[in-house]
């Protein structure tokens, strides 16, 4: 544990290039699945914080996607459009659209969500426990910017 606290900058270029990697392997495990759709990354970002996050309006989903509105838009407008979210009308602020998925955007979802999961399980059942904490603990971290 002591050698962590020296990392050097080879040893965190090949950190980050793991996390890329991982990143890439995860999420083009769906590709076949969206691409079906027309849909890219960013509407499977989306879908995503829909999914772990019903109703939803539009402002907190731009701020946790760190995107504006307008780059925003075209991607809810192909899911919406596809019957994959539905907006409702918030109940106190009229003004407000809350995001949820449709019936079609629930199984979608599931279906490219199976293809991550194999992936995802597979390294968390082959990793011991002490591992997969740390790991996430240190995910988290990357996250907070800490």
């Given at each position: 544990?002591?050698?962590?606290?020296y990392?050097?900058?080879?040893?965190?270029?090949?950190f980050?290039?793991?996390l890329y990697y991982?990143?890439r392997?995860t999420f083009?495990?769906?590709?076949?699945?969206?691409?079906?759709?027309?849909?890219?990354?960013?509407?499977?970002?989306?879908?995503?914080?829909?999914e772990?996050?019903?109703g939803?309006n539009?402002?907190?989903?731009?701020?946790r996607?760190?995107?504006?509105?307008?780059?925003?838009?075209?991607?809810?407008?192909?899911?919406?459009?596809?019957k994959m979210?539905k907006q409702?009308?918030?109940?106190?602020?009229?003004?407000k659209?809350?995001?949820f998925?449709?019936?079609?955007?629930?199984?979608f979802?599931e279906?490219?969500?199976n293809t991550?999961?194999?992936?995802?399980?597979n390294?968390?059942?082959?990793?011991s426990?002490d591992?997969?904490?740390?790991?996430?603990?240190v995910l988290?971290k990357?996250?907070?910017?800490?």
């Amino acid at each position: 544990m002591k050698d962590l606290l020296y990392l050097k900058d080879e040893q965190i270029k090949e950190f980050i290039q793991l996390l890329y990697y991982a990143y890439r392997e995860t999420f083009a495990d769906p590709k076949d699945i969206l691409s079906k759709k027309y849909f890219g990354p960013a509407h499977l970002r989306a879908l995503n914080l829909i999914e772990r996050n019903p109703g939803i309006n539009l402002g907190e989903l731009i701020f946790r996607l760190k995107v504006t509105k307008q780059s925003l838009n075209r991607v809810l407008r192909d899911l919406i459009n596809t019957k994959m979210i539905k907006q409702v009308q918030d109940e106190t602020d009229t003004r407000k659209k809350n995001l949820f998925l449709d019936k079609e955007g629930k199984t979608f979802f599931e279906a490219v969500y199976n293809t991550q999961k194999k992936r995802i399980f597979n390294a968390l059942k082959n990793s011991s426990s002490d591992s997969v904490i740390k790991f996430k603990d240190v995910l988290k971290k990357i996250i907070d910017g800490k």
